[in-house]
């Protein structure tokens, strides 16, 4: 496969600027006939909220949404800052000189029928004629991009517009709709979604150039295939770790894996050692699973940084003390060893069956007020640096009761100037799962019986944190 | 802590069918006062549906919900199968003759106060009288049991009435509820759920032993802290996993969790190495998180025996075919090499550029006849023995689409006589929750976002199946 060219920092910089921040953008191929791509393409642009103009582009003219639909590029009325194109793969290349001529800073080609598919030619041919236009392409074979800053909703699949700081990045179809799923049914608030296709020319490195400057987002999490340009990667990943959790998905980890993803997007998976490697120098915390990649990146915006590496196990049932317990062993999260003089503060609030130490067993008979007491010391006591709360659902503490306690306890910190991160879990009937809703609303983390899930979020927390402070 | 004794086969056996199929019911400690838990057994035995006789004893006498309160067991007017006891620890001994005056099976002790505050002298003198008076005791520090053919809820947590065939065991009040909430929001349906407390007498190994003879059991789930009688677990697992699978999540794998159980249950978890043999040698699958042991229940009682290893993908989506790939790998699971004849057959289905061998990419532009023809032929195919889907979200394909051309295939098999274990993947946006539910109502697993869970639940499938075939 043809290697691209390598555009300077500069240019690269205001290509990504603009591919994000289009003033115009065409549709080559639009469609006035709803269930084609070409229609749905402008359609969600429209649905989507973008305020920028929109040239459909059809030989046969007519209209999509209300909009003139104009025979060529070259018939559009003003200048384009970005082009999609939806038309069979032959014709593409020839895109990109008509959309050199009217400014375009790249084209983003939903069509497939590339590499993907064999024809590596084709995909030489369109890379040759970008390089040659001071063009950049995103894809092909992509279902294109959002950014929820512009309201804008650059693809065929369904709109999403709740603005956040998560940027999720993914090279496949399939994945980019569980992203669209995953973040709707869990209020994730993101900045970008971005289907990278066959990515055969803008890659995760112009990405994480790009979103290491934006204000808008906060976390990037990248599903990738293989790597195109592992230097370029591991430069661009090193800088913006310093200040932005980057969360990665390599897919084809395993023999039969990186077979399928060889037959997927022709990607090369190549050794996973070396990945590793890669992921670790450049403080990426990398993901095993979807879920985690998903989740990871969900809950990385929503915790502060800790200022230590102790971590207090608060919880209303031993077992749920032990299981967390085995889980930050699992995790690599360090349990505190509780100072006696800390020890004793705590063993004024709990029965004096209820364990101290670490976990602190507050027993399942407590009133609301215990674990008040319990959570509002450890946050405001600076050799504690993050809480997991493992709640038991009990008659005298239901559910929402604890939820309303445990923020009450956040807030009241907050106020004092403390900010800690605090992940909880909740086992109880299904009460729960409103509780942790008002609990997510509210900024705390909080999964629903998985113990393991509350811990595995902390721990990726504290990989992004200690690399970024050179851990 | 005291040994028990060893009771005889036939006299353990005829305790556990009593304990879950009790004619009567006495509770110790009954209370006429809502919020108390000597109000919530009664008040749960009465409205989750218990068929049989419950006596609530209790000094004061008076009444709750109905029932005449009898000052202490001997003036209740009929035998007494099972006596629940929820009255301070110190006064739990003297109740085991009063249970045996009446004939009880056994007590279940409700109680906390025991070995897990270290009252070990008071929970060794309420064996020695249990054994003194051939009484078998349940706990003490339990939330009390559920046995759903019964419609009997004796707990004080929420009545839980969902018909099916997973008994699910812990040792944790806080893990009895996850198991609840869980059970209810998955709409998983139990046999049983046994809160074994302190296990000071009844254990794992009798509950195995009841549940492999039970016909309203087909799945045993079990989280545990610890054994008491290495022995007769290996046992009792080997027996029952010869026709039932069993799930086990040992709690204090790890050292800091180690330390945790044994301040939480009295619990001494022991070398984890020896367990996981132990788990090995007895065909139990180990679950290492919580949420797996739940998953894996719901999904063991879903899903038929495989004829053989031979698991295919069938996908509409590259990017999950590699990602459900790498979880197959993971977990052990075989992916068939497609012989040169069959590849022929599916490539017949699938457009040129899709991905025949396995996985098999159908690839996103398909309609639900592409999949209805992929899955039934790979169902009527005896070389196939499991399928893994990998649905992706499409205009074409929308998700209730094809879930209910998944389940036409499904169904066609099934009336020629072929039931194959099928398990669903579904990347899209959130009505994909739908059409999952549609397809765990119609007994197929599935899965929105997560490819790493469709696989993990095959494979433990296939642990399970394996141990049975002598494998």
Redesign the interface.
Known sequence: MATTRQPDAASNTEAMRRFFNPESIAVVGASATP?RIGY?IVDNLLSGGYQGKVYPINPSAGEVKGLKMYPSLQEAPGEVDVVIVAIPARAVPAVVPQAAARGAAGIVVIS??FA???NTALQEELVAAARKHNIRVVGPNTYGYYYTPMNLCAT???PYNRKGGVALV??????G??I???S??HQMGVSAIVGLGNKCDVDEDDLLDYFRQDPNTKVVAI?M?GLRDGRGFLRAAREITKTKPVVVLK???????A???S???AALAGQDSVYDAAFRQSGVVRA????DL?DWARVLQMLPDPKGENVVII?????????L??????FGLH?MSMPPGLDETFKQFIP??G?S?N?I?IT?GEPPETYYRCILTALKEPQIHSLLI?Y??T?ITPPMVFAETLYRAVKEAEEAGIRKPVVVNL???????DAAQYLEERGIPSY??????AAAALAAKYRSWRYSQGR
Chains 1, 2 share one sequence.
């Open positions: 269930g749905s497939s029928g993907e598919i064999g065929f699949c369904t993914s090279q496949s179809g399939g994945v709709m569980a669209l799923g995953y709707r049914s599903h295939e897919a084809g980890r395993t023999s039969r894996g077979r399928a993803a037959s997927h997007t095993l699973t979807l879920e998903l919880t209303g049932a031993g077992g749920l003390g032990v299981l317990s085995d889980a930050c062993e699992d349990l004096p069956f364990a130490g976990p067993d399942g493992g038991w659902h008659l086992a109880g009937d299904i009460e729960v799962h629903p019986y998985a113990t393991e899930k």
